[in-house]
């Protein structure tokens, strides 16, 4: 009976630890951002929020440009995870379940692309957005960003359809149903952990990409928060509490978005991975 109790208590402690980790960082920006300079440069830190200082995210609300480039950074992010996913599902379906030539080099290609870094890729690609005038748009970062997120998406969503038996979809077939009634009736329903998973994906490399974003934008309204919150960095002065409170609001969606969606990340990354 003690021994059950230690482990209990042992492994409530170690979630606990593990917990502290993951929160910490949060908490401590949370920290910065309502301290006051002086506590800022104080010999002991402090660790408890002053929230007589809790102005900071209003000003950074209403002042400032803040609220523009969360709503920035939702519209790419949730624009690139629709239509990366939406892409990705039938370029999955028709990896795991078409025989055409070149399916293997077509399967290589979408590996090496991951291999590429996106600063490789900046000068060829801004050279063709201007040409068709895609440059300082939400529009043309979404299709950049869903370029380069769909590859692994699409893969993912073979692995998930290869474990589907093929058994209902020719039962489908048999009853007159088409591919595409087949893709959505029956396929689909079955791979939504892994369809969550992967919007989890595309959302994540959207929200936190920064490369394109500062290249491609000019506009400060169109700007998204990862861009923003650098324009903060000066050269005479950083403002740290507001580049803390507008972090610290640029990951409250992020993580409130992982936290809805979180159950199927297990399942849906290791669906596929033992058929049968």
Known sequence: MRRFRFGVTARIVAVLVVLGVAVFPLYWMFVTALSSNSDLFADK???????GQFGVFVDALAEGKAGGWLLNSLIIAVGTMVLSVGLGIPLGYALSRFSFWGKALVTVVLLFTQMLPEALMVVP??????RFELLDSLTGLILVNSAFVLPIVA??????????????EEAARADGARPFTTLTRINVPLIAPSIAATAVIAFF???????FAVTFIFNPDLQPASVGIANFIGELGTPIQTVMAVAFLF???????????????????T???VKG
Do not use: C
């Open 155 to 168: 893969l993912i969503l073979k692995g998930a359809i290869d474990g589907i038996p093929k058994e209902l």
């Open 125 to 130: 690609l801004f050279a063709l957005f201007r």
């Open 205 to 211: 490399h959207a929200w936190n990409e920064y490369v």
């Open 45 to 51: 830190p402090r660790l408890t929020p002053d929230l």
């Open 271 to 273: 669906a596929g991975a």
């Open 251 to 269: 990951t409250l969606p992020a993580v409130a978005f992982y936290l809805l969606v979180q159950k199927y990340v297990v399942s849906g990354m």
